[in-house]
């Protein structure tokens, strides 16, 4: 069974948002590292890019397989998780406390449109 | 054989040792070493080995005793046509009154080339049902972009600039939204039906003015004839779009029948699959591509042409979709093309197609029982199959591909198409006899009764190959591609 | 027919398993109008008895002269060994090494394809080959655009061989990357037009010849840090034989290098199969194009090699991937592996040392015929361009009659010679002597 934390925002995507004050950390759920295997690398914007929800922003791959990154919230990302570059492995270890993007948001509301733990919990039906 | 030699050439080099001969010197007074500015120079010298001619035979040699052919043994690779390489092409490709040809050389010093190179074009054109044909472009997804920038070049030429979108089947070839995007078109997706053909209801609400064409193979990559293909003609033309013809599967209907009465406009033909020429381990091939009358101005150039006293020419258009290649394709591998289709005739032409389609209902048919068969019904040149019947044994797909290794075989192709979890896709072509099917078949059935009885020796094979299962991760993790690198 | 291993009662018997009753069943459900019921208008099967004397007939139809032409296709030596090697079956038959437990050997010399490129090119990193090096000029350019994300302008100099040029052109008018040419001045690139060219800030990469089309090896001095200040890449087109001796795309500060590798023992072959090559720095290897093969080890620890970082490539990304290709070159990159292992960097280094030296003899010989002028006064290696007085045509047209394939015509008064090591004195002074007596 996949951990899902409490407090974090879920898209059907696979991507959680964890909101404090004006910024947003963006990574992917355990459920997706899990699915995915082991990851091997993290393809991550820039500083100062923009993101959309709803939009791709990068990708995460593994051996024989690459899922793109779908931004769960709007903003400018003020910073990328560096230590990705050089331990992809992290996201498997710990995908929440391995965020990968951390974002000023543009639009806190949007959150309110994601699944809260519960729901997510529900739409994995687990 | 030394069973397990494992050294780079790298590793045999000794400072000294020279594999090279070279005549004597016979023009003093012209030292590069002088002549040369220093600031134009290299700084270090490059670390190629040194080593001997005999180093270097025994070393590639030993290297090939680790590698898997057509030449040694059956290879069920699904969508690879993998038939046999017949070796009178390789002598015809090497003659040497073909093989010192310079590019630039006048026409008329190269004659016998261009002749190959025009009748091979017209060969493909009759058995396709197309009217012309380039031999330019280099490879299959070479082709299919040479093909696609042909039809973008129709829609530019006649001031249609908005059909900038091109609809691929869910069960195309990774290749097929690849190069439809390196020719800057957006990709549509139609869904397939229940039983892997284009959805036909799906399409049509699809096609509007912004659609260039749609890109299909027939038979699909299901190895399913696509019956619907003259309504999808009528409706995509309809619309204004073209049809685009992957070569990819065309040996299942070779002689049978052609993608240009299909109602296809543009094709590519895999020279590498269809008509023998070997794959080389990944190159080079050789991918033609083949419009119907009123598109020939838009094949890429220069395009080889022949006057009214049958002498052959060079024609650079102006209309067309531009150069994809340095000049007329691999015409080496031209020359084994055309040598296979002198060597079948008219006559044998025709078999290809239904031999390598009996080839493989016989196969399929075998083994339904133990492999579960999604789509029932008489396939094409290939088939695919979703992994075992028993699925609680937890044999993969993966598994039953590295254990066919074991017993000598090369795996079909797995985990394609997308549209299952576990596809198996098998491919026999008609070079193979009922035997060699025989004993693959009677392998197949013993690996699915290992997986039932003995799960662990499928699950861990291969264990009589060169090398077993690799690290795959750590590969892409911490890339070491060079030997420098690995020395670290 | 002997590519057909069947007899009539295999058919019958393998019709009757698959529950069929004729051939024809295997079709049934083709609709009829699209089934051919006509003879293809294709010749009568031939037998190898046949074909050989047809292809020797054909084959006397073209000439066979020696060779100073070059404009990117060179008349260099084959060494004997590499024609049987690369023949064996284990080698010509495979696929693509999709499965590396079977593989190890096109791994591995893919993996030492990999490693002596990138000694040539002093470049970190190469993929396993692409199919020429027009279509790897074209595919470093399309590396560029993506690298940069926001610019799709690409400047290329005038000097680049035009064969190479039009190939990046015709895949960036589809692919929608913006082509501008950089002057050209004395034969080599104009420094300031490219500085000129770079001030709006706009440009993802700019893409120079070595040596270029005029056979001139180009001072890029300063151009790198000129290219990254404004955040462009250096793109560097080099002939790998000549990388032997002359500085290094690394050496020069270039993000890529792509080329052909004729010029490493391949026969001229009419065009082809010849093999592209295409090397960057290691901060780019995202978006290199193509297989690229790593080492890595077996279950049981044994050192292997396999297919890497495949998730930038079209079977797992589609209309995402860096690229459409979906093959290399193998083969032909197995041919150069061969040959630069049998140079090595001695025998590199004396095939430009002949080559220079027979160029530098003709050149000289050619300006004294008082027909020929240099076109330039700039270094060059193996090959260079002369003004002629007389038409270009009627020199070639003579040197034609003798044998002799004089060169490429660059201009309606310019003739391009490259000499190789093959090229022998008898044959240099014959080629003289010829345009002398015009």
């Known amino acids: 069974m996949s951990k899902i934390l409490e407090g974090l925002y879920y898209a059907e995507s696979h991507e959680f948002v964890k909101i404090e004050g004006e910024y947003g950390y963006v990574g992917i759920t355990d459920y997706a590292q899990h699915e995915l295997g082991n990851v091997v690398y993290v393809d991550m914007p820039e500083v100062d890019d923009e993101v959309e929800a709803g939009e791709d922003f990068g990708a995460v791959e593994s051996v024989k397989a690459a899922s793109d990154l779908i931004s769960p919230v709007s903003g400018t990302v003020v910073e990328v998780n560096e230590a990705l570059n050089d331990s992809p492995e992290l996201v498997n270890a710990d995908p929440y406390a391995n965020w990968i993007i951390k974002v000023q948001l543009s639009d806190a509301s949007e959150a309110e449109k994601l699944m809260d733990a519960a729901a997510y919990k529900a739409f994995l039906g687990e | 054989?030394?069973?397990?030699?494992?050294?780079?050439?790298?590793?045999?080099?000794?400072?000294?040792?020279?594999?090279?001969?070279?005549?004597?010197?016979?023009?003093?007074?012209?030292?590069?070493?002088?002549?040369?500015?220093?600031?134009?120079?290299?700084?270090?010298?490059?670390?190629?080995?040194?080593?001997?001619e005999f180093d270097v035979v025994r070393h590639y040699t030993n290297l090939s005793n680790k590698n898997f052919g057509v030449d040694t043994g059956f290879y069920p690779l699904g969508s690879c046509t993998m038939k046999y390489n017949p070796r009178i092409n390789e002598e015809m490709a090497a003659h040497p009154a073909?093989?010192?040809?310079?590019?630039?050389?006048?026409?008329?010093?190269?004659?016998?080339?261009?002749?190959?190179?025009?009748?091979?074009a017209e060969s493909l054109a009759e058995i396709s049902g197309l009217a012309a044909f380039t031999l330019n472009p280099y490879a299959g997804a070479h082709g299919e972009l040479a093909g696609l920038m042909i039809m973008r070049q129709y829609h530019m030429q006649r001031g249609d600039l908005k059909r900038t979108k091109v609809i691929v089947p869910d069960s195309a070839h990774g290749t097929n939204p690849a190069s439809a995007a390196v020719c800057g078109l957006e990709i549509v997706e139609v869904k397939s039906t229940a039983n892997g053909t284009v959805d036909v209801e799906d399409l049509k609400?699809?096609?509007?003015?912004?659609?260039?064409?749609?890109?299909?193979?027939?038979?699909?990559?299901?190895?399913?004839?696509?019956?619907?293909?003259?309504?999808?003609?009528?409706?995509?033309h309809e619309c204004g779009g073209l049809l685009y013809y992957d070569g990819a599967n065309l040996n299942a209907v070779l002689g049978k029948c052609r993608p240009g009465d299909m109602g296809f406009d543009i094709m590519h033909i895999n020279l590498h699959k269809t008509f023998?020429?070997?794959?080389?381990?990944?190159?080079?091939?050789?991918?033609?591509?083949?419009?119907?009358?009123?598109?020939?101005?838009?094949?890429?150039?220069?395009?080889?042409?022949?006057?009214?006293?049958?002498?052959?020419?060079?024609?650079?258009d102006e209309k067309s979709s531009g150069y994809v290649s340095n000049f007329l394709g691999n015409f080496g591998v031209i020359m084994r093309a055309y040598t296979y289709i002198l060597t079948l005739g008219r006559e044998n032409v025709k078999m290809v197609g239904p031999l390598a389609v009996l080839n493989a209902n016989y196969v399929k048919e075998a083994l339904k029982g133990d492999y579960y068969l999604p789509i029932e019904g008489v396939c094409k040149h290939e088939f695919v199959f979703d992994g075992l019947v028993d699925k609680s044994t937890g044999v993969t797909t993966l598994d039953i591909a590295k254990r066919l290794l074991d017993y000598g075989y090369h795996a079909p192709t797995i985990y394609f198409p997308l549209l299952f979890h576990q596809s198996?896709?098998?491919?026999?072509?008609?070079?193979?006899?009922?035997?060699?099917?025989?004993?693959?078949?009677?392998?197949?059935?013993?690996?699915?009764?290992?997986?039932?009885?003995?799960?662990?020796?499928v699950k861990s094979a291969p264990h009589s190959t060169p090398v077993r299962r690799l690290d795959e991760t750590t590969a892409a993790r911490f890339p070491k591609t060079t030997y420098k690198q690995m020395k670290g | 027919m002997k590519y057909f291993p069947h007899t009539q009662e295999d058919i019958e018997q393998m019709l009757a398993a698959a529950g069929l009753k004729s051939m024809d069943d295997l079709y049934a459900e083709i609709p009829e109008?699209?089934?051919?019921?006509?003879?293809?208008?294709?010749?009568?099967?031939?037998?190898?008895?046949?074909?050989?004397?047809?292809?020797?007939?054909?084959?006397?139809?073209?000439?066979?002269?020696?060779?100073?032409?070059?404009?990117?296709?060179?008349?260099?030596?084959?060494?004997?060994?590499?024609?049987?090697?690369?023949?064996?079956?284990?080698?010509?038959?495979?696929?693509?090494?999709?499965?590396?437990?079977?593989?190890?050997?096109?791994?591995?010399?893919?993996?030492?394809?990999?490693?002596?490129?990138?000694?040539?090119?002093g470049m970190d990193v190469t993929n396993a080959s692409m199919y020429d090096g027009c279509t790897a000029t074209a595919e470093a350019v399309m590396m560029c655009v993506a690298a940069a994300k926001k610019r799709n302008k690409v400047l290329v100099s005038a000097t680049m061989n035009p064969k190479v040029k039009r190939v990046v052109e015709t895949y960036s008018k589809y692919n929608g990357v913006v082509i501008e040419t950089v002057a050209e001045k004395d034969g080599v690139t104009d420094l300031a037009d490219l500085q000129n060219k770079l001030a709006g800030d706009d440009v993802a990469g700019v893409l120079l010849a070595q040596p270029n089309f005029y056979g001139i090896v180009e001072d890029y001095s300063g151009v790198a840090a000129m290219c990254h200040e404004k955040k462009a890449l250096m793109v560097m087109n080099a002939n790998p034989s000549t990388l032997a001796v002359l500085k290094t795309p690394a050496e020069w500060g270039a993000d890529i290098a792509c080329g052909d590798g004729q010029s490493l023992g391949i026969p001229m072959n009419y065009g082809g199969p010849y093999v592209g090559y295409l090397a960057c720095t290691n901060s780019l290897v995202r978006k290199l194009p193509g297989r690229i093969v790593g080492s890595t080890t077996d279950v049981d620890g044994k050192r292997a090699f396999v297919l890497t970082l495949q998730a930038r490539e079209q079977h797992i990304r589609r209309e995402k991937a860096n690229s459409n290709i979906c093959s290399n070159q193998s083969l032909m990159a197995l041919y150069v592996t061969i040959y630069m292992s049998l140079m090595g960097h001695k025998g590199l280094k004396e095939v430009n040392k002949r080559s220079y030296a027979g160029a530098h003899y003709l050149a000289e010989k050619l300006v004294a015929t008082g027909k020929c002028s240099m076109a330039f006064d700039k270094p060059f290696l193996n090959e260079f361009a002369v003004k002629t007085s007389v038409c270009p045509k009627t020199i070639q047209a003579a040197l034609l009659e003798k044998g002799i394939l004089g060169g490429v015509?660059?201009?309606?008064?310019?003739?391009?010679?490259?000499?190789?090591?093959?090229?022998?004195?008898?044959?240099?002074d014959l080629l003289v002597e010829t345009i002398q007596n015009i």
Not at chain 2, 427 to 448: H, N, R
Request: proline share 7%; glycine share 8%.
């Open chain 2, 1 to 52: 054989m030394i069973r397990n030699y494992d050294k780079l050439i790298f590793e045999l080099s000794k400072e000294g040792r020279v594999g090279y001969s070279l005549p004597k010197k016979e023009i003093d007074g012209y030292c590069m070493c002088c002549g040369l500015p220093d600031n134009l120079k290299r700084e270090t010298t490059p670390e190629l080995p040194e080593v001997t």
């Open chain 2, 98 to 120: 073909f093989t010192q040809l310079h590019p630039s050389l006048p026409v008329e010093c190269a004659q016998g080339a261009l002749e190959v190179y025009y009748n091979l």
């Open chain 2, 205 to 236: 609400p699809l096609l509007d003015d912004t659609i260039a064409g749609i890109m299909m193979t027939n038979p699909n990559t299901l190895g399913i004839f696509e019956t619907e293909i003259p309504e999808i003609s009528r409706l995509v």
């Open chain 2, 276 to 316: 023998s020429t070997p794959h080389g381990g990944g190159g080079p091939g050789d991918g033609p591509v083949g419009v119907r009358a009123g598109l020939e101005q838009y094949l890429p150039n220069p395009q080889v042409k022949k006057d009214a006293d049958g002498k052959f020419y060079l024609e650079c």
């Open chain 2, 424 to 457: 198996i896709m098998i491919e026999p072509t008609e070079t193979e006899s009922k035997e060699t099917l025989d004993e693959f078949i009677a392998v197949m059935k013993k690996v699915a009764r290992e997986a039932a009885e003995n799960p662990d020796v």
């Open chain 3, 33 to 121: 109008q699209l089934l051919f019921n006509r003879e293809f208008a294709l010749p009568e099967a031939m037998s190898e008895i046949e074909i050989r004397k047809f292809m020797d007939a054909l084959g006397k139809k073209n000439s066979q002269l020696v060779c100073f032409a070059g404009a990117g296709v060179e008349d260099h030596y084959s060494p004997s060994i590499i024609n049987p090697i690369i023949s064996r079956g284990e080698f010509l038959t495979a696929y693509t090494p999709y499965q590396p437990e079977i593989s190890q050997g096109t791994l591995q010399y893919i993996f030492e394809y990999q490693s002596m490129i990138c000694e040539l090119t």
């Open chain 3, 409 to 428: 015509r660059i201009a309606d008064d310019m003739l391009l010679f490259c000499v190789t090591e093959q090229r022998t004195k008898a044959e240099i």
